[in-house]
């Protein structure tokens, strides 16, 4: 996703329900300098997008509730110019 942040260019969202799966993406991240905030719910992940938008999201498509395409076009209707 392209993101109009002025945010530090390391910060990323993972947007992902499976919290082993989250926990061992972000883990790996922080570990090569990343500042990853993970997300287990599709519509707080879009929420935290919108209030403070970050370099990169890494987002399941198959999120329950609110998918990741969804969230992919609301983000772009929002975000991008």
């Given amino acids: 996703m ?4 002025t945010n530090r260019p390391n910060r990323l969202f993972i947007i992902e329900d ?5 926990e061992i993406l972000g883990e ?7 500042e990853a905030e993970q997300f287990y719910d599709g ?3 879009l929420s935290a997008i919108f209030s403070n938008p970050p370099s990169l999201v ?5 999120l329950p509730g609110r998918r990741g395409f969804e969230i992919c076009k609301k983000c772009a ?3 991008l110019p």
């Fill in 2 to 5: 392209i993101s109009t942040s």
């Fill in 18 to 22: 499976d919290k082993e799966l989250s």
């Fill in 28 to 34: 790996r991240l922080r570990r090569e300098g990343f």
């Fill in 43 to 45: 519509s707080v992940g």
């Fill in 58 to 62: 890494l987002l399941d498509l198959m």
């Fill in 77 to 79: 209707r929002k975000l």
